[in-house]
């Protein structure tokens, strides 16, 4: 990504934010996503800009393996592309009141990142909050099994969908299944979406 002005750079990841947030990117199916794609190459606003400093067939890998890669950290705040997004998804402190409790702060200096996690301390003893989608799980409960192995605080994986998304209760039973194999527990919350 060095060979490209940077001022150029933060234009294009902003315009994919833009649209991703005017086109409801999370409800969107994998073909949709696909098209959406194809059009950046060719949208003046992104591959437009793009072309001046990388080769055309590099567009689409760029954003996806860039902005598109980045856009679930953004939304929670998290990482170098957060300042960029339209939309925010709540923040940690807000997803520990809704998966534990009010009485639950999340630590903001122990935030850690693929996946997301974090201490949370409350009237229990405080708990490694680890959080991210369902499509993620494989690597909230490895984390979670690390975090065990390492001694630390106890870990509470909890799977985030945003709005608009539904998983059945089958599959919320399953994901309890395989966390309670390392003997995890694991809790399902909705993710609202706000304008930021």
Same mark, same amino acid.
């Given at each position: 990504?060095?060979?490209?002005? =940077?001022?150029? *750079?933060?234009?294009?990841?902003?315009?994919?934010?833009?649209?991703?947030? !005017?086109?409801?990117?999370? /409800?969107?199916?994998?073909?949709?996503?696909?098209?959406?794609?194809?059009?950046?190459?060719?949208? #003046?606003?992104?591959? /437009?800009?793009?072309?001046?400093?990388?080769?055309?067939? *590099?567009?689409? @890998?760029?954003?996806?393996?860039?902005?598109?890669?980045?856009? #679930?950290?953004?939304?929670?705040?998290?990482? #170098?592309?957060?300042?960029?997004?339209?939309?925010?998804?709540? /923040?940690? =402190?807000?997803?520990?009141?809704?998966?534990?409790?009010?009485? $639950?702060?999340? !630590?903001? !200096?122990?935030?850690?990142?693929?996946?997301?996690?974090?201490?949370? %301390?409350?009237? /229990?003893?405080?708990?490694?909050?680890?959080?991210?989608?369902?499509?993620?799980?494989?690597?909230?409960? $490895?984390?979670?099994?690390?975090?065990?192995?390492?001694?630390?605080? =106890? #870990?509470?994986?909890?799977? +985030?969908?945003?709005?608009? +998304?539904?998983?059945?209760?089958?599959?919320?039973?399953?994901? %309890?299944?395989?966390?309670? @194999?390392?003997?995890?527990?694991? *809790?399902?919350?909705?993710?609202?979406?706000?304008?930021?």
């Amino acid at each position: 990504m060095g060979d490209i002005d =940077e001022e150029i *750079r933060r234009e294009v990841i902003a315009e994919v934010y833009r649209q991703v947030d !005017d086109l409801d990117w999370d /409800g969107m199916a994998a073909r949709e996503r696909s098209e959406l794609y194809v059009r950046w190459i060719d949208d #003046p606003l992104v591959g /437009g800009k793009l072309t001046r400093f990388i080769e055309r067939d *590099r567009v689409r @890998v760029w954003i996806k393996d860039g902005p598109i890669k980045e856009l #679930p950290r953004a939304r929670y705040g998290i990482g #170098p592309y957060a300042q960029f997004a339209v939309s925010r998804y709540p /923040g940690m =402190e807000e997803i520990a009141h809704q998966a534990i409790g009010p009485d $639950w702060l999340a !630590d903001p !200096d122990t935030v850690d990142v693929k996946p997301n996690r974090c201490l949370v %301390r409350g009237p /229990g003893p405080k708990m490694l909050m680890i959080w991210g989608p369902a499509a993620k799980l494989a690597d909230l409960v $490895w984390a979670g099994i690390n975090a065990r192995v390492d001694g630390g605080a =106890e #870990p509470l994986i909890v799977v +985030t969908s945003p709005q608009g +998304t539904r998983l059945s209760e089958g599959e919320m039973h399953r994901h %309890r299944l395989l966390a309670k @194999v390392p003997g995890i527990e694991l *809790r399902h919350i909705t993710l609202r979406l706000k304008r930021v």
